[in-house]
């Protein structure tokens, strides 16, 4: 387990990344972890980065899953979103906070992109 320090609150990280309470999750630390995954390396992100993390955060708790990359992009309604913003949806996962998913499902993002 590692942590990280965020504003002087510790946050508690798995050992690949994944947050351990995803209710620690905010906009410093989607940006403190996507420094960690070399996605982002200056804070803040975009608002369009934003939003997608917090669309994905949205569209978990509504339905239990990882939305399909269409879905964001028509939900972000950015003109040049494709697959190679996040061309591992398990980082967008970490990203987004959620709780770490099955094997099986890490799999399954790890072949299909960003899902």
Same mark, same amino acid.
């Given at each position: 387990?590692?942590? #990280?320090?965020i504003d002087g609150k510790k946050i508690e990280l798995d050992d690949e990344g994944f947050l351990i309470n995803p209710e620690d999750w905010n906009e410093?630390? /989607?940006? /403190?972890? /996507?420094?960690?995954? @070399?996605v982002h390396t200056t804070c803040p992100l975009t608002a369009e980065r934003m939003e997608i993390f917090k669309?994905?955060?949205?569209?978990?708790? @509504?339905?239990? !899953?990882?939305?399909?990359a269409r879905a964001i992009c028509? @939900?972000?309604? !950015?003109?040049?979103?494709?697959?190679?913003k996040f061309p591992d949806a398990s980082i967008a996962w970490k990203i987004a906070g959620l709780p770490k998913p099955?094997?099986?499902?890490? !799999? #399954?993002l790890s072949s299909c992109g960003a899902a």
């Open positions: 387990m590692s942590v #990280i320090e410093k630390v /989607a940006c /403190a972890l /996507a420094e960690r995954e @070399k669309f994905i955060r949205e569209y978990y708790k @509504k339905f239990g !899953s990882f939305p399909y028509t @939900k972000v309604h !950015s003109k040049e979103c494709t697959l190679e099955p094997i099986e499902v890490l !799999s #399954i």
